[in-house]
């Protein structure tokens, strides 16, 4: 079974940093694009940024400079760096993954994680 975990969240004060980790397990042939999205209380889920297998990286424009998506092929893991962080950036923060299980080669299926809450403080 393929999972996708995050860690790294909490609570952080305004102007301060956090990494958060991804972590895709189970029987994955390949992976092609990983992604960060973001949902605040009332809001619709967000793009945050997204990174291909080959390292194109696709951020929302607001985000640009302040957040960094990277990740480790070897250990299917996507990172995202935050920094400078404000309150608006309060949310719970979902990574997803496209990717190829072992067991359906024929396409890609979209893998998403349960989520890791950032708080950040005024």
């Known amino acids: 079974q393929v999972q996708l975990v995050e860690s790294g969240g909490g609570l952080v004060q305004g102007g301060g940093s956090l990494r958060l980790s991804c972590a895709a397990s189970?029987?994955?042939?390949?992976?092609?694009?990983m992604g960060w999205y973001r949902q605040a209380p009332g809001r619709q889920r967000e793009l945050v940024a997204t990174?291909?297998?080959?390292?194109?990286?696709n951020y929302a424009n607001s985000l640009k400079g302040r957040f960094t998506i990277s990740r480790d092929n070897a250990n299917n893991t996507v990172y995202l760096q935050s920094n400078s962080l404000k309150p608006d950036d309060t949310a719970v923060y979902y990574c997803?993954?496209?990717?190829?299980?072992?067991?359906?080669?024929?396409?890609?299926?979209?893998?998403w994680g349960q989520g890791t809450q950032v708080t950040v403080s005024s």
């Open positions: 990174i291909t297998s080959d390292g194109t990286t």
């Open positions: 189970g029987r994955i042939f390949s992976i092609d694009t």
């Open positions: 997803n993954a496209d990717l190829r299980p072992f067991s359906f080669l024929a396409r890609t299926y979209t893998y």
